[in-house]
């Protein structure tokens, strides 16, 4: 069965760091484009961040210079380092498989979610 | 950079088709048949519809439909049931701004 599982979610202080993990089965991380995607409480999806086969990451501006996605292969793991983390990182976290390997083509499997609270 | 501009809701009786709008620009929807949709059940994560403007994944039921016209991309829901109640995002590639991706404001569908 394709499935992404997430984990790592916690309550935070802002400024802290957290890395979020994503294990996935029935398919290959590193055969396909991952994405994050955040919801904030009762908000929208918001797209997070990218990373392709060949290694390529991409970021919301929002979050470029402090998050960082990357891939263990050996694990068929996805992460997503949180650093400087404020109150507006608050969201539930999803991870998701690209469902072509065209950057915002969609997303065709998604994770249940791990949640993130950034509060003193 | 603004989200893509959905209807905050729409309403319709069983067996009844609804339309779901997507307004963007030519820097996104316009400019790319990149453009996804999603449904999402409360406490549920995110179940891709659409893709590509037009395409649906394995499993999804034909009642489901996309198109797109100009900048503006819409989602077709035909035969309503009350399983399709739900909220839906509208997603698209940019080319603009500090985004890759850029996702709509949602919209709640109710099955009256």
């Known amino acids: 069965e394709v499935q992404l599982v997430e984990s790592g979610g916690n309550l935070i202080q802002p400024g802290g760091s957290l890395r979020l993990s994503c294990a996935a089965s029935g398919f290959i991380v590193s055969s396909n484009y991952m994405s994050w995607v955040r919801q904030a409480p009762g908000k929208g999806l918001e797209w997070v961040s990218i990373?392709?086969?060949?290694?390529?990451?991409y970021y919301a501006g929002s979050v470029k210079d402090r998050f960082s996605i990357s891939r263990d292969n050996s694990k068929n793991t996805l992460y997503l380092q949180m650093n400087s983390l404020r109150g507006e990182d608050t969201a539930l976290y999803y991870c998701?498989?690209?469902?072509?390997?065209?950057?915002?083509?969609?997303?065709?499997?998604w994770g249940q979610g791990t949640t993130v609270t950034v509060s003193s | 950079q603004s989200a893509l501009t959905q209807p905050a809701s729409v309403s319709g009786s069983p067996g009844q088709s609804i339309t779901i709008s997507c307004t963007g620009t030519?820097?996104?929807?316009?400019?790319?048949?990149?453009v996804s949709w999603y449904q999402q059940h409360p406490g549920e994560a995110p179940k891709l519809m659409i893709y590509g403007v037009t395409n649906r994944p394995s499993g999804v039921s034909n009642r489901f439909s996309g198109s797109k016209s100009g900048n503006t991309a819409s989602l077709t829901i035909s035969g309503l049931q009350a399983g399709d109640e739900a909220d839906y995002y509208c997603s698209s590639y940019t080319s603009t701004g500090t985004l890759y991706v850029i996702f709509g404001g949602g919209t709640r569908l109710t099955v009256l």
């Open positions: 030519s820097s996104d929807v316009g400019g790319y048949n990149y």
């Open positions: 990373i392709y086969p060949g290694g390529g990451t």
């Open positions: 998701a498989r690209g469902v072509t390997m065209i950057i915002g083509n969609g997303l065709d499997v």
